[in-house]
C-alpha cells in the first residue's frame, strides 16, 4: 500500500535538515516555526518513527531523519533541474532540417517569425541525415506514401525555373542546360522532371541534364550560368519574388514528395507549436 505524505511536510523536513534550523526552515518557505514543527510531528506520526532529535537550541537528524532528508533533497534537486530544462525546452526552438530547405527557404524568412516572437529563440542544424534527438522539430523530405497524413506539411510541386524563355534558347541556336537533383538518399522519388517535360510537350532529348545530390546547388548554379532549373516551388518561391528566377511555364506539376515533421502533432512546447504552425504556413503560402 502506497504511503501518502504532504509534499508540504517534505519541504519542511528538507529545509530543517538543510539550515539545522525550524526557525531558518520557517524562513525560508515563509510559515511560522510552529508550522514547520507541526508539519514535520505529522510526518513523524504517519511514519511512525523519529525524523530530529529536539535540543534546547538546535534539532539533530535521527538515522532515519538523514535517509529521509537525503533522499528529499535529491528528489528536489531532480524536479529543479526537469523544470529548469523543460523551461528552457519553451525559450529555445530547436530545429533540424536539410541544407536546402535552411538556406533556400528557412532562414531567409526567420525574421519574420522573429518580428512576431521576440522572445522565442530560434537553433537550426541543417544536414541530410534526419535528427532523432528528443525535443528537436525534424523537418525533412519524403516520400508522400511513407509519411503519415498528419506529419505532412505539403505536397512538393516542381517547375521550371531560370532566366530565358524556350523560345529565346530556341533562337539561340543552343541546348538548353537543365540543372536538376539526383538525391543521396536513393529511396526518395526522383523530381517528376520527364512527367513536366511530357506535360508541357517537350521533349527530354531536347536538353543537357545536369544533376547535383542537392537542390541547393542546382539552383546556385542555374542562377550562375544562367541556365534553367528544375527545382520544387518552395525553394524556389523568394527568388522569384526577387527576381532571381522566374518559372518558364506556368504549369507545375505535383511530385511524390513532401515536407513533413515527425509526430508533428505530438505535444509539444508552447513555442514549438507556435514555430510548426509558422512553417506550415510558410511553405502553403
Known amino acids: 500500500m502506497a504511503l501518502h505524505v504532504s509534499l508540504q511536510a517534505l519541504r519542511a523536513l528538507e529545509a530543517a535538515a538543510r539550515h539545522g534550523s525550524f526557525k ?19 510526518l513523524e506520526d504517519r511514519l511512525n518513527v523519529s525524523l530530529f532529535i529536539r535540543q534546547t537550541r538546535k534539532i539533530v537528524l535521527t538515522d ?6 537525503t533522499a528529499t533533497s535529491e528528489g528536489f534537486t531532480t524536479i529543479e533541474t526537469a523544470l529548469a530544462s523543460i523551461r528552457q525546452l519553451n525559450e529555445v526552438v530547436r530545429v533540424s532540417t536539410t541544407s536546402s530547405f535552411a538556406a533556400l527557404t ?7 517569425f522573429n518580428q512576431h516572437y521576440p522572445d522565442i529563440a530560434v537553433h537550426i542544424a541543417s544536414g541530410e541525415l534526419m535528427d532523432c534527438q528528443p525535443h528537436t522539430i525534424a523537418i525533412r523530405l519524403g516520400n508522400i506514401k511513407e509519411v503519415k497524413a498528419q506529419d505532412r506539411l505539403n505536397v512538393e510541386h516542381y517547375n521550371l ?30 523530381p517528376p522532371l520527364e512527367a513536366w517535360l511530357a506535360e508541357n510537350g517537350l521533349n527530354k532529348a531536347e536538353f543537357d541534364i545536369r544533376e547535383f545530390d542537392q537542390e541547393l546547388f542546382c539552383v546556385q548554379q542555374a542562377i550562375a550560368e544562367k541556365a534553367w532549373v ?15 528566377l522566374r518559372p518558364i511555364s506556368n504549369t507545375s506539376i505535383a ?19 507556435r514555430f510548426i504552425a509558422w512553417v506550415q504556413e510558410l511553405i502553403l503560402s
Open 230 to 244: 528544375f527545382c520544387s516551388e518552395t525553394l524556389t518561391r523568394r527568388l522569384c519574388a526577387m527576381g532571381q
Open 255 to 273: 511530385s511524390e514528395l513532401c515536407y513533413y515533421i515527425p509526430g508533428k502533432n505530438r505535444s509539444q512546447t508552447d513555442n514549438a507549436k
Open 64 to 69: 532515519a531523519g538523514r535517509l529521509l532528508a
Open 106 to 112: 528557412l532562414l531567409p524568412e526567420l525574421y519574420m
Open 24 to 42: 531558518h526552515a520557517a524562513e525560508e518557505l515563509a510559515l511560522t516555526p510552529t508550522a514547520i514543527s507541526h508539519h514535520i510531528s505529522k
Open 161 to 190: 525555373f531560370g532566366y530565358q524563355s524556350l523560345q529565346a534558347f530556341r533562337a539561340s541556336g543552343t541546348r538548353p542546360v537543365i540543372y536538376t537533383t539526383r538525391w543521396k538518399n536513393m529511396a526518395l522519388c526522383k
